[in-house]
T-cell receptor, first 113, second 111 residues
Framework: ETGVTQSPTHLIKTRGQQVTLRCSSQSGHNTVSWYQQALGQGPQFIFQYYREEENGRGNFPPRFSGLQFPNYSSELNVNALELDDSALYLC????????????FGPGTRLTVT | DQQVKQNSPSLSVQEGRISILNCDYT??????FLWYKKYPAEGPTFLIS?????DKNEDGRFTVFLNKSAKHLSLHIVPSQPGDSAVYFCAASGRAEKLVFGKGTKLTVNP
């Protein structure tokens, strides 16, 4: 069984640029969620994708967008990067037919300068 | 408005003793609660969960207790081991399935 993978591991971007982060869900999982974890905080829900459509969104502006592909992998896109976007971005997957536990990838550390 | 609170930023215990991590929540719509463990440079790892229809769930050294009337849950680790040293996050979920996390408690188990 393959776990959740994310790429890249680390990324440095300049304010105003755009970034795309990628996630491959655990095998058998059809729902993908993205979370932002700032330093010293718990993960904050960004949005969730199921059947290639957004299925719930947290308190994040529209410049945070995503995609889910037929193989259940996903992308998180952030436009017009701001300094406060510097954080660990976590992807989590689960089987919508199963228990509520979500399984997380190792994260992508984004630094905006 | 923080819906899930972990009021102890850190906890230090001796190896072999019990570790008790606490969590409070405010939203009565939450019906599923989870604990995750996180090591530096890794994603959160699922530990144990409990549904709101139960008041206790046990898995090996880990037991989670839920007190719905007090909107409080706790994670007991016994006996504690040095490898348990990590940041522990409490999370809650309602029917929307998104997880709402606390800020975490850093547990240090001393040999």
């Amino acid at each position: 069984e393959t776990g959740v993978t994310q790429s890249p591991t680390h990324l440095i971007k300049t304010r105003g640029q755009q970034v795309t982060l990628r996630c491959s869900s655990q095998s058998g999982h059809n729902t993908v969620s993205w979370y932002q974890q700032a330093l010293g905080q718990g993960p904050q829900f960004i949005f969730q994708y199921y059947r290639e459509e957004e299925n719930g969104r947290g308190n994040f502006p529209p410049r945070f967008s995503g995609l889910q592909f037929p193989n259940y992998s996903s992308e998180l896109n952030v436009n017009a990067l701001e300094l406060d976007d510097s954080a660990l971005y976590l992807c989590a997957s689960r089987d919508v037919r199963g228990p509520y536990e979500q399984y997380f990838g190792p994260g992508t550390r984004l630094t905006v300068t | 408005d923080q819906q899930v609170k972990q009021n102890s930023p850190s906890l230090s215990v001796q190896e072999g003793r019990i570790s008790i991590l606490n969590c409070d929540y405010t939203n009565s719509m939450f019906d599923y609660f989870l604990w995750y463990k996180k090591y530096p440079a890794e994603g959160p790892t699922f530990l144990i969960s409990i549904s709101s229809i139960k008041d206790k769930n046990e898995d090996g050294r880990f037991t989670v207790f839920l007190n719905k009337s007090a909107k409080h849950l706790s994670l007991h680790i016994v006996p504690s081991q040095p490898g348990d040293s990590a940041v522990y996050f409490c999370a809650a979920s309602g029917r929307a399935e998104k997880l709402v996390f606390g800020k975490g408690t850093k547990l240090t188990v001393n040999p």
